[in-house]
């Protein structure tokens, strides 16, 4: 971002006047204080986002060296006098405003890409088939929103002849927005899906609201399958390649038309030969030596670059940093702007790699590794190298999707709720400390966890939010005193037990949750034991009420309605007694995932959510707005053809009745592959074909049915994906997915997904 946008100019776009020094110049605009590098010339906009309000990080960015804010006529705050701050209505349309200034000033052309699925894949095949042959800029990653459009705008250089800007939408009146900063001279519309339906009445509406876009552009370019009232507008017709899937033949057509349409020159075939085949996204997985590698290989430009090293500062920040970039001949040439952006950030060591060269995986340990190279260097061959020697098969953690699905309870809860993420059971089995730090830069409030020592484990790798532990042993005081977590008092005998401790300690107003049973009967108090328990509690100065909970007993079951009410409104008295008779705020929580989505209205201070923070819920209103998080794969590792008559797996329980060919896949019981799934009850996907389970399932591998398919050494194995989600193979299980997802063993390796 390269501004240079005086206070009168800035005045101007934002309507209201400077208070504070005017002589000051803006260069570039920060919103995210985990993401300032340089302050010089910076302009902060305290946005309120799903999570936090953009007031609560002012001072921070003023600590770090920011003197010029954007913050809303709300704000009370106060800064020294070296500070200049403009008060507006609305932070985030002041930076819209700011944007559509900087666009103003452009003289390329601006061709903007919309749809409800393939944006960013579209735009990222558009600029690697024309970076070669015109000057051009596009948005960061899928920066989209009304927020990303803004800062993709800003970032509008006097060099470029074009600009590609991705828009998308969640609700109406968006797009007209969009529209008016954005100003495109050519459209694109990819598709129309299902995606953000929920704020629409129906997919007409979702279009009519896309089609806003378009309103002033020249031409319009629209996918084969998608019907539009426009007859000057061009239909591209679809292209299909041996190269990818016939799912992508509408996105191929509209590349196809809109490079004849820009370079007619180019030769498509050829081009269609060099596209990436890569999904736009970070893998993070471990690697050797105690390294975790982000594995971001897709592209080496500059704004990708930078984009990933903010990432990388942002994770485990108790390991060194390392950089490496795969260098091209191109890039080579490159060589000083890569260095320049790299110094900007706080890196132990940068590894430059150039063509024939490997990556020195043996002189790199306990480090957090940023891997990045051009496409040309087919660089994933050197990443796996550094990877930890693991199980073939593995877990996916898609934390994008996590992110959707916990805004997805933001958006529908009252903004004073907070949210507690319960983190038990190592995360539901995807690695409690690292979920545990992606929800704390994600707005979490609390973590919930079931017993003291998974707290201590968060508390050592530097986890800082509150912690509440759900079923604490109370033996060992001094862990909570130390580590300060909270715990979940049920008894009387248990309370004495932990005033005692902290007695010993000389330990006061020690944070505490009080259980209630309000008809789960497992662990808590009676409500009816309400006075004799506030009785005790205000003659121990030892401990302080920090929150009233309890737990419902069958929130997702819409039969049994009248009697979640009933513990709801059980509920709301206890905690009506406490804040009447007590002076300290209590932190009132009873809903879990389920009853944050049928129960909003009885929400209190803070819900309590789960596994739907990973996709699943029984609720199938809701089902559609949530986005699985989890994927599990595998690899085959030998095909072998069985004659007729021969058996397979202990106990010759299958027996071929015909030729056939069998695939042997690493995965089995001990990894959470229950044995029900033998002789065909369970089955996998390969090329997206069902293979069913032929035998016994072992404890370490399955056979599967690959008859007339064309399947090959080391193919990958999908178990939970695309083709058969968690609650389908749960079923087949006859089991829930908490218990799938909880029992996926430790020695299959995670890699997080950040897209």
């Known amino acids: 971002m390269k501004l240079n946008y ?7 776009c934002f309507g209201v006047s400077a208070i504070g020094p005017q002589n000051k110049l803006i260069s570039h605009v920060v919103y995210d204080t985990r993401k300032i590098q340089s302050t010089e010339g910076a302009l902060f906009f ?3 986002g799903a999570f936090r309000s953009g007031n609560d990080f002012v001072a921070t960015a003023y600590k770090k060296g920011i003197r010029t804010f954007v913050v809303p006529d709300s704000f009370d705050g106060k800064l020294p006098d070296d500070a200049t701050i403009w008060k507006v209505e609305h ?30 894949t579209f735009k990222e095949w558009l600029f690697h088939a024309l970076q070669h042959k015109i000057n051009i800029i596009r948005s960061p990653k899928s920066f989209n929103s009304q927020l990303g459009v803004a800062l993709s705008l800003l970032e509008l250089e006097d060099y470029a002849q074009l600009a590609i800007i991705e828009a998308g939408i969640s609700q109406t009146g968006e797009m007209e927005r969009l529209e008016q900063i954005i100003r495109p001279d050519y459209g694109v519309l990819t598709a129309l899906g299902s995606a953000h339906l929920e704020n629409f009445k129906n997919q007409e509406e979702l279009k009519a609201e896309k089609l806003k876009l378009f309103t002033n552009c020249d031409e319009v370019f629209v996918a084969n399958s998608v019907s539009v009232s426009n007859t000057s507008w061009i239909k591209c017709p679809s292209y299909h390649s041996s190269r990818f899937p016939s799912g992508y033949a509408d996105l191929l057509g509209i590349l196809k038309t809109v490079l004849h349409f820009l370079a007619p020159e180019i030769d498509f075939e050829k081009t269609v030969e060099q596209l990436p085949t890569l999904a ?8 050797m030596n105690g390294n975790v590698i982000i594995n971001d290989t897709y592209n080496l430009d500059k704004d990708a670059l930078t984009e990933a090293l903010h990432f990388q500062q942002n994770h485990d920040p108790s390991k060194k940093r390392i950089v490496i970039l795969g260098l091209s001949e191109q890039n080579e040439r490159l060589e000083s702007e890569l260095n320049q952006i790299v110094s900007q950030f706080k890196i132990d060591r940068l590894y430059l790699v150039k063509p024939e060269e490997e990556i020195p995986w043996n002189e790199i340990e306990n480090a957090v590794v940023l891997v990045k190279a051009h496409r040309k260097r087919h660089f994933e061959k050197e990443v796996i190298k550094g990877k930890a020697r693991r199980h073939l098969t593995y877990v996916e953690v898609n934390l994008s999707a996590l992110k959707h699905n916990l805004q997805v309870y933001k958006t529908r809860l009252p903004k004073t709720v907070k949210l507690l993420s319960m983190v038990k059971a190592d995360a539901y089995g995807t690695g409690a400390v690292r979920i545990a730090k992606y929800l704390d830069q994600n707005g979490i409030d609390y973590l919930g966890v079931a017993f003291v020592d998974e707290g201590v484990e968060l508390r050592q790798n530097g986890v800082q939010l509150p912690i509440v532990i759900m079923n604490p042993d109370v033996e060992n005081v001094d862990l909570y005193v130390h580590h300060k977590l909270e715990p979940a008092i049920y008894s009387f005998e248990q309370l004495d037990r932990f005033v005692s401790g902290l007695i010993s300690l000389e330990v006061e107003q020690f944070p505490v949750h009080l259980k209630f049973d309000t008809g789960m009967h497992r662990l808590g108090f009676q409500p009816s034991e309400k006075e004799e328990l506030l009785s005790v509690i205000k003659s121990q100065p030892e401990i302080k009420i920090q929150g009233i909970y309890s737990h419902l007993a069958d929130a997702d079951n819409p039969a049994v309605v009248n009697f979640t009410e009933f513990q709801l409104e059980q509920f709301a008295g206890i905690v009506n007694f406490f804040r009447e008779n007590t002076v300290d705020p209590i932190i009132a ?4 995932s389920e009853g944050a989505l049928r129960f909003m209205h009885k929400a209190h201070d803070m819900v309590r959510i789960g596994i739907s923070m990973y996709g ?27 004659p007729a008559g021969d058996s397979v797996g202990y106990g010759r329980t299958f027996i071929a009745e015909q030729d056939m060919k069998i695939a042997i896949v690493p995965v089995g019981y001990a990894d959470g592959f ?16 069902e293979c069913k389970v032929v035998g016994r399932v072992c404890m370490d591998m399955i056979m599967v049915d690959i008859t007339g398919l064309d399947v090959k050494y080391e193919d990958p194995v999908e178990i939970i994906g695309e083709h058969q989600s968690m609650p389908t193979l749960a079923k087949k299980m006859n089991t829930i997915p908490y218990e799938v997802l909880t029992g996926l063993s430790k020695r299959m390796q995670r890699i997080y997904i950040n897209e």
């Open 674 to 689: 229950h044995r029900n799934l033998s002789n065909g009850n369970g089955s996998v996907f390969i090329s997206g074909k």
């Open 589 to 592: 929580h009873v809903l879990n």
């Open 46 to 48: 305290a946005l309120d």
């Open 280 to 287: 736009l996204r970070m893998e993070i997985f471990e690697g």
């Open 616 to 642: 699943y819920t029984e609720n199938r209103e809701l089902a559609s707005l949530l986005k699985p998080a989890i994927s599990w794969y595998s690899r085959v590792s030998q095909i072998k053809t069985v």
């Open 6 to 12: 005086n206070v009168e100019t800035c005045s101007s």
């Open 91 to 120: 932070p985030l349309f002041a930076l819209q405003n700011l944007a559509l200034f900087h666009r103003n000033q452009f003289k390329g052309k601006i061709l903007a890409v919309t749809g409800s699925v393939g944006k960013t």
